[in-house]
């Protein structure tokens, strides 16, 4: 019986190509959820598994929260599916929920808002157990001056100057109500929740609030950045490594 599923996903994006498929890359989170979908289902070429993602993170980066869905013929309940694909699927992603939604139900199109995390680590020693989720910065940035900069990106403006995509056709307006800087010991996360982010989106906020704290950048600077549409008025793509996609609201 074919039926609709919503899947709620976990991985470490550090060897993937990111989370959409890609013609001759094997290794995207996407095309290897796919892949064993379609060995359960026996799925063929003229009816392929095609798993709809809230978002399409780039290569290294990671997620805690990823949702998605897709249609499938099968007589397997829930807990099976969900046994099935965490047998068979790497080690660095895990399917933490498999449920029967709505056949409207779309991940992407039906998402009211997404929550990113970016996590930095300074100091004089290595955080070896967390290398992979944090980038490293040189020295301590000025976090004040930051979250100051920060208060003029919050609300809905035309973010063309932190997109990634340069040729971007369609509009480049979004909404980020909320941009927390966050310290503990050596780490300072920043928490970006919003209703949508483009192409590598959070990764050019974060490169452009660190050049903030860093005094590269008045914080008042952001505004006049903002109002550019210029991608090359703005920061540098932070490393993918510190990213992490921790919420999908619906």
Not at 121 to 127: A, I, L, Q, S, T
Request: aromatic share 10%; charged share 25%.
């Amino acid at each position: 019986m074919r039926r609709n599923y919503k899947f709620i996903i976990s991985y470490d994006g550090t060897r993937f190509h990111g989370w959409e498929r890609q013609p001759g890359k094997d290794m995207t989170i996407q095309g290897k959820i796919e892949s064993v979908l379609t060995r359960m289902t026996g799925a063929d070429s003229a009816a392929p598994v095609n798993l709809i993602g809230a978002g399409r993170t780039d290569a290294g980066v990671h997620a805690r929260a990823m949702t998605a869905n897709c249609s499938l013929d099968t007589e397997m309940t829930e807990e099976e599916i969900l046994d099935y694909l965490n047998t068979y699927l790497p080690e660095d992603i895990s399917v933490n929920e498999v449920k029967i939604c709505s056949d409207r139900f779309h991940a992407r199109y039906n998402a009211l808002g997404k929550t990113y995390r970016y996590t930095c680590w300074y100091g004089k020693n290595k955080p070896v157990f967390d290398r992979k989720y944090v980038t490293v910065l040189d020295e301590k940035p000025d976090t004040e001056k930051m979250r100051r900069a920060a208060e003029y990106l919050t609300g809905t403006h035309d973010f063309k100057s932190f997109c990634g995509n340069t040729h971007m056709k369609k509009s480049t307006v979004r909404c980020v109500d909320t941009i927390n800087i966050e310290e503990s010991g050596n780490y300072i996360r920043l928490y970006f929740h919003g209703n949508g982010f483009l192409q590598n989106m959070v990764r050019i906020l974060t490169g452009t609030l660190l050049e903030v704290g860093y005094g590269h950048l008045e914080p008042e600077a952001v505004k006049e950045i903002l109002s550019a549409c210029d991608r090359q008025k703005a920061g540098p793509t932070a490393r993918p490594e510190g990213l992490c996609m921790m919420k999908v609201d619906y």
